[in-house]
C-alpha cells in the first residue's frame, strides 16, 4: 500500500483528504514536521484560506525545503490542493505581496483583478472542467465525471500555458489545474468533489510521471 503524505501546516482540510486516499486504497499519512516528508511514496498539499498566510506557515515548518528536496530532486509524486496549488507559483497578492515557492512562473490574483466582474466572488459551488493533453489520461478516466467543487477568491495567472493542464470558465477562462514533472495540482477541492474528486484520487494513487 502507497503512503501518502498530507502535510499539516495549518491551513488544510485535513480530515476530507485523509479519507478520501484511504477510501481510494492508499494509506494516509499526515506529515507536520520537515523531516517525516522523506518516509512517504506520494504527497499531498491542500490548503484553504489565503496563499500568503498558506506560504508563511509552510515555510515556518520548514516544509518547503523538505518538499523541494522530495518533489524537485527526487521526484516524488505531489497534489496540490486549491491554495495548495496556488503557493506554487512566483508571487501571491492576497492580502500583500508574498513569494510563493517559485515552482510556476506566475502569480495568484483576485478573480476581480482577472477580469471577473459579473459572476458572484468568491467562485463557489460546482463547475465542469476541461483537461488538456498533459493529463489527458485523467481525462479519459473520468469520462462524463468532470464536474468539480470550486470555493477560491484569487485565481493562478501564467503566460506559460505549457504548465496549465485543466481550465474552467467562470466568466473568464481560470486555470483550474496544473502539471509539470512530478506535480499536479488543482484549484478545486477533489476531496469534496463526490464521484468526480474519488476518481481523481485513486488516479493520483496509480499515477507514475
Not at 507536520?32 to 498566510?53: F, M, Q, S, T, Y
Not at 512566483?90 to 471577473?116: A, M, N, R, T
Not at 489520461?137 to 477568491?153: E, K, P, Q, T, V
Not at 477562462?173 to 496544473?178: M, S, T
Request: glycine residues 10%.
Amino acid at each position: 500500500m502507497l503512503s501518502v503524505g498530507i502535510l499539516d501546516y495549518g491551513v488544510g482540510n485535513i480530515a476530507s483528504v485523509m479519507k478520501a486516499v484511504d477510501y481510494a486504497g492508499g494509506e494516509p499519512l499526515i506529515i507536520a514536521h520537515a523531516e517525516e516528508v522523506a518516509d512517504c511514496d506520494k504527497l499531498i498539499l491542500p490548503g484553504v484560506g489565503a496563499a500568503g498566510h498558506a506560504i508563511t506557515r509552510l515555510r515556518e515548518r520548514n516544509l518547503d525545503v523538505a518538499l523541494e528536496e522530495a518533489v524537485r530532486k527526487r521526484g516524488v509524486p505531489l497534489m496540490g490542493i486549491c491554495v495548495g496549488m496556488q503557493i506554487l507559483a512566483e508571487d501571491l497578492y492576497e492580502f500583500g505581496h508574498h513569494k510563493g515557492l517559485g515552482w510556476i512562473p506566475g502569480k495568484v490574483i483576485s478573480l476581480q483583478e482577472h477580469g471577473v466582474t459579473c459572476q458572484p466572488v468568491p467562485h463557489m459551488g460546482w463547475n465542469d472542467v476541461t483537461f488538456g493533453n498533459r493529463l489527458g489520461d485523467l481525462s479519459s478516466l473520468l469520462g462524463r465525471h468532470n464536474i468539480f467543487y470550486f470555493a477560491h477568491s484569487y485565481t493562478l495567472v501564467t503566460e506559460k500555458a505549457d504548465y496549465i493542464s485543466v481550465s474552467a470558465d467562470y466568466e473568464k477562462d481560470i486555470v483550474a489545474g496544473v502539471a509539470f514533472d512530478s506535480v499536479a495540482a488543482f484549484q478545486f477541492h477533489p476531496e469534496k468533489s463526490q464521484v468526480a474528486g474519488d476518481l481523481l484520487f485513486q488516479w493520483f494513487l496509480d499515477w507514475r510521471p
